[in-house]
């Protein structure tokens, strides 16, 4: 067996490590896990974890939004991770994480970016000039040799591909494999599936909610609908949601069904418009605007979830509801982990991205 990259004198030794990393919450989702497993192996160690913002920008515009991420409520409430750097949104601010990072004075800094590592390389050696400095670094082709002196500055590097891709490894099993090489941390397939801890006071407001729409009294099941992600590649027409849930209740199951249709906060006119002219009863908008909490507290209430290939077809596996998740072929290795709970549509053709799945298909998967 080959030894840990970080040697374990120094994990035994140090009082900290900090972690590196872009993140959206499907990432998150799943490296939560993987965190959670180090820290319980190491419990000297306090873990930091820095968030960088890829779209950081000088646009002064763009920063309520960026500052804003959601993600950031979720790690807030993480008993594991004891610092978070979360202000990388504009240049200065990039700057003065760095310089507050340079003074915890790490003894061990991990770059997790697994988009331009040579970047998170470089970042992380600014951070800790004496310090062990590990990072991703895919075996360098033609077109990267001007990255080979960067990549020199780490101490160790890793893969982010897992020796064996034969058997088509789920994005879950790369990440376990990334902290076993690292740290010797063994996270067994049965603690991979995500899990979140819902604070009672968003319960409590889901609750609320549904009483507020008249759905607590409901007789049929309830359906949680989510057709946004960030590109429109895994997007589903708002459309063919109004088409689903007219399908849907020709069918005796789900005849008395009440539904909720997810929408992202630039996307809310845009479903309430066809929500009103579709005249659909038993169906509400709703969009977690105030807090990351509010979405998995109401994906809890529900009794399925249909779901494009984002944050929240990951995030009915944490709350035990069963999904059908609509995907796109390229990307496999993103479907969600929990087969027992869940069920897959995926686009035809390899080319074709999400919107060319019909509301049939995702009949016959529920059916």
């Known amino acids: 067996m080959n030894l840990p990259l970080i040697p374990a004198d120094l994990l035994k030794k140090s009082d900290k490590i900090l972690f590196i990393a872009h993140l959206a919450l499907g990432d998150y989702t799943y490296l939560q ?24 920008t000088s646009d002064a515009s ?5 500052k804003k991420n959601v993600l950031y409520d979720w790690l807030a409430a993480c008993g594991f991770i004891a610092k978070v ?5 504009s240049p ?27 970047f998170y390389a470089d970042l992380a050696r600014d951070i800790s000039p004496g310090g ?43 990440h376990a494999d990334w ?20 604070p009672e006071r968003f319960v409590e407001g889901a609750r609320a909610r549904l009483a507020e729409w008249g759905f607590d009294a409901r007789k049929g099941k309830l359906v949680f609908i989510n057709p946004f992600a960030k590109t429109r590649k895994r997007c589903w027409p708002v459309e063919r949601v109004a088409e689903l849930i007219t399908t849907m209740r020709a069918q005796p199951e789900w005849r008395d069904a009440c539904f909720i249709v997810n929408a992202v906060p630039q996307e809310v006119n845009n479903v309430r ?13 709703f969009s977690a605007n105030e807090n990351f909490f509010q979405l998995p507290a109401m994906l809890a209430q529900c009794d399925l979830i249909v779901s494009v290939e984002t944050a929240v ?27 027992a709970n869940s069920t897959v549509v995926t686009a035809h053709q390899r080319r074709d991205w999400v919107k060319a799945i019909p509301v049939q298909a995702v009949m016959h998967a529920l059916a």
């Open 179 to 198: 902290f076993r090489r690292l740290a010797g941390v063994d996270i067994p397939p049965a603690q991979r599936i995500p899990f979140v801890h819902i």
């Open 273 to 285: 418009t066809m929500l009103a002219q579709r005249k659909l009863d038993r169906t509400e908008l």
């Open 92 to 118: 200065a601010l990039f700057q003065a994480s760095i310089k507050e990072a340079r003074r915890e004075r790490y003894p061990i800094v991990v770059s997790l970016g697994t988009l331009r590592p040579h």
């Open 62 to 66: 763009q920063w309520p939004h960026l």
């Open 313 to 339: 077809m990951h995030l009915a596996n944490a709350v035990g509801v069963p999904v059908v998740a609509l995907m796109r072929q390229k990307t496999p290795e993103w479907a969600p982990v929990d087969k």
């Open 132 to 174: 062990f400095v590990v990072g991703l670094k895919k075996p360098l082709g033609l077109s990267d040799l001007h990255h080979y002196f960067t990549y020199r500055k780490l101490d160790a590097s890793l893969d982010p591909d897992v020796a064996d891709r034969s058997s088509a490894p789920h994005i879950s099993d790369v």
């Open 33 to 56: 896990n993987c965190f959670q497993a180090f820290a319980r192996a190491y419990p000297h160690l306090q873990l930091h974890l820095w968030v960088d913002e890829v779209r950081r």
């Open 85 to 89: 750097y979360d202000q990388n949104y």
